[in-house]
């Protein structure tokens, strides 16, 4: 053999050993990786975006403890544990290894309006969907007031508005119609056919509405309209009712001026 062979040869040894060594290398820190996070536990579960779901509350859905191998951790799992709860809309849920902690972020549900029992106490708040949340211990919403359900509210499926359909038409309407500062009261009767009591408009005090079935979102803006045009002013006879059952319509019950 050669000199140039030779130092050929050990040129490609030299680096048949190099690239060897760099493959032991990779495995070795792959087999260090993989015993680590093998070790890695849940060290914390934190929460973020809860006002009135107590945290430790959502800790407890999620039922993922400290010292809880991540690996075993499946944030889907957790997100649909958390989202369980009735305030909670949307969680998501995040493991972060190298902090040995589970993230958890909800989005809760907004009030749009507030139950109350037949002694007109308050028994749970819904969301424009129909979704009932328990009271919370602090904070309190300026919504309207629902009237004739149940006082006791169903937290056994909180995947499921459990309020009737036409209730859940008028509450979703209600902002979109900007009606929302215009209702006080919105009250179901036995035929799940709702009325309305308005705020005082003007001269009026609060005025009993009947709504019907129908448009739910065209009758609204015909009350908004009907409100500025004609209740904001001082007609001759004092309005003592609206029906908006008729498409299109506006029918009064007025009540004579004494004297």
């Known amino acids: 053999m050669t000199r140039d062979q030779t130092a050929t040869f050990g040129r490609h040894a030299l680096r048949v050993a190099g690239s060897g060594l760099l493959v032991a290398g990779v495995v070795a820190l792959g087999l260090l990786g993989w015993q680590w996070r093998a070790d890695v536990t849940v060290d914390r579960v934190a929460v973020t975006g809860a006002q009135h779901a107590p945290p430790d509350t959502l800790r407890r859905l999620a039922r993922v403890g400290r010292g809880t191998a991540m690996k075993a951790v499946a944030p889907m799992l957790v997100a649909d544990r958390v989202a369980r709860h009735p305030w909670v809309k949307e969680a998501t849920a995040e493991t972060q290894w190298m902090q040995g902690a589970l993230r958890i972020a909800v989005t809760e549900r907004t009030p749009a309006a507030l139950a109350v029992d037949a002694q007109g106490r ?98 609204l803006r015909t009350l908004r309209a009907f409100a500025r045009q004609v209740l904001a002013s001082s007609p001759d006879e004092p309005i003592e009712r609206i029906d908006l059952r008729f498409d299109g319509q506006v029918v009064t019950r007025t009540r004579p001026l004494d004297g």
């Open 122 to 219: 308050p028994a749970y708040y819904l969301d424009r969907s129909g979704h009932a949340m328990p009271l919370p211990d602090r904070a309190g919403y300026d919504v309207p007031l629902v009237r004739g359900l149940e006082a006791e509210a169903p937290w056994t499926q909180p995947d499921t508005a459990q309020t009737p359909s036409s209730l859940r038409r008028v509450l979703r309407a209600l902002p979109e119609a900007g009606v929302s500062n215009l209702v006080a009261e919105i009250e179901m009767q036995p035929d799940d056919a709702i009325e309305l009591t308005t705020t005082p408009i003007g001269p009026h005090d609060a005025l009993p509405v009947h709504l019907g079935s129908g448009n739910v979102s065209r009758k």
